[in-house]
């Protein structure tokens, strides 16, 4: 079969990579790619919200199925769009539609979902313009940290947890009036704040049957000991220490199965990832948020820890077949570290020269390609988090050190990372 992968990233190059060792897969085409998926298989320059330049490709080569990365062709409806034209009828296609893909693209949703599933996560309320003094109202009597969500896509920044009521009645008063996210700001969820600690479940659907991939646990902030602004994830671990027995029953029975039967009785059509953020408060799971999609970098260490091919999971997941599958993890931990550009999440440099990313990494390291152009014979950097390094390794602690220390080889001005990926974890 004929696979075309949407996107550009470290887990689009992780998926590339996965796709590319199934008996299922002929040719792999990633658009646009980066130069870590070109060695796997064929980018091609198309871009991810292109929908007629996409729907073209698949008719011209055959395409029997699209495994869609990120979540903006999601939201705006690739799935519709692809099972809307009769040539494509019969495509495969990896990700839910628009539809139900609002469990990603609106907070707001997301969170009037799990009510009505009864699925544990922070109370709320969501406020506009037109019930704006309400929101004041409710802002100035609302226990601190108060949580601050833009309904809408916001690429990971649209979270602000207000630390008094002043910053939270300033970011309030920014995201409905002054439109800081633009239309995603519109709408304005206001929540609890919960303590604990995140990890990710995953799990592949057909909106009526699902399997469990390996969890996962990312490092969002830039600084080492969680400190400083929020990334798109500067490292992850897998598996969690944590998510097992008593805890991970709580997950299935509460979270995983009431969303799954959630979907298939709201007719949400679903066959695709689930990415279920999750919080652990005192051994009690809450979902944070739904994502459409897989995490990134959480795909870099999943990936590598998923022993079962993933087209034959696809087609399970096509051919309602899921319930008959077994999943098959290495047991070996993964741990992947990112390499960003310095300055990053705020302005930063492009086009820096990467050095030593060629060199032969030992057999238990990977290097996939995030934010890397060509230019010329050179890789250089173009965008912020750059690579992902990740390892596997016989815990969680020695994963982060094979990682470490192949990163020792590779160079370019300003590049940064954190060394303490999997801090909680070390023995
Ligand atoms: P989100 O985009 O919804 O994943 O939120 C981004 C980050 O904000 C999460 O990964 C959490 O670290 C934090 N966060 C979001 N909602 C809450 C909450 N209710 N309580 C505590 N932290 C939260
Ligand atoms: N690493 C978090 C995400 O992909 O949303």
Known sequence: MNILLLGAGGREHALAWKIKQSKHC???????????????????AMGVGDFSAITAFCKAQAIGMVVVGPEDPLVNGIYDYIKADPALSNTIVVGPSAAAARLEGSKAFAKAFMERQGIPTAAYKEFTKENYLDGIAYLKAHALPIVLKADGLAAGKGVVIAATHEE??????????????????????????????????????????????????????????????????MGAVSPVPFAQGAFMEKVLERVVVPTISGLEKEGLVYHGFVF???????????????????????????????ESDLVDLFLAMDQNRLSEVE???????????????????????????IHGLDTVFPAETMVFHAGIGQQGENLVTSGGRVAAVTSYGESI??????????????????????????????P
Do not use: W
């Open 327 to 353: 999943v098959k993890i290495d047991p070996r931990a993964a741990a992947t570290v990112v390499l960003v550009s310095g300055g990053y999440p705020g302005e930063y440099e492009r086009g820096k020269t």
């Open 168 to 233: 939270a009645l300033s970011n309030f008063e920014a995201m409905i009036l002054s439109a800081r996210f633009g239309a995603a700001s519109e709408k304005v969820v206001v929540e609890q704040f919960l303590a604990g600690v995140e990890m990710s479940v995953f799990a592949l659907t057909n909106g009526r049957q699902f399997v469990l991939l390996p969890e996962a646990k990312d490092y969002k902030r830039i600084g080492e000991g969680d400190m400083g602004p929020n990334t798109g994830g």
């Open 397 to 426: 602690g020695s994963s982060v050190s094979r990682s470490l220390q192949a990163i020792q080889k590779i160079s370019f001005e300003n590049m940064a990372f954190r060394k303490d990926i999997g801090h909680e974890f070390k």
């Open 276 to 306: 279920f953020g999750l919080i652990n408060v005192g051994g009690e799971p809450f979902v944070i948020e739904y994502n459409c999609r897989m995490g990134d970098p959480e795909t870099e260490v999943v990936m590598p820890r998923l």
């Open 26 to 44: 002929n040719r792999l085409y990633i658009a646009p790619g980066n130069p870590g998926t070109a060695a796997i298989g064929e980018n091609v």
